[in-house]
């Protein structure tokens, strides 16, 4: 699998009426702005520009964002590529957590996929 790991974070809209106790973080929390526009503009600068960082508005104005980075880094001493990737990052985190075990992992409040965005498999895993 190419690309390194693809790390999303889904951020609900605090103005959406679907908006549930149990939801995580805002857009509007995490870039202290209520304009959407300049949200999406501020999470491409911290992700590193277009070429990096993805973003896509969800239903009831929630907004998904993806990301790239490497899923190894070499270690000198042994020589050898180490996995610095953390299941607590996975949609799978989440199997136990209403309302969120109920929906897709690519819909829960953070997920990973393989840079592709190829799925982890359960031995992936």
Known sequence: R??????IRNFHDAESPHTSEASMTSWQQVFATN????????????????TKCNVEKTQHGGLRIFYNAPAFEYDHETDMDMSFVSIGNHGYWFRQWPPYNQVPHIDRPWHM?????????????
């Open 113 to 125: 996929q393989f840079g592709d965005g190829t799925e982890f498999s359960e031995a992936d895993l």
């Open 2 to 7: 190419t690309g390194g790991v693809r790390y």
């Open 35 to 50: 304009d959407k526009d300049e949200a999406i503009a501020k999470a491409k600068v911290i992700l590193g520009g277009n």
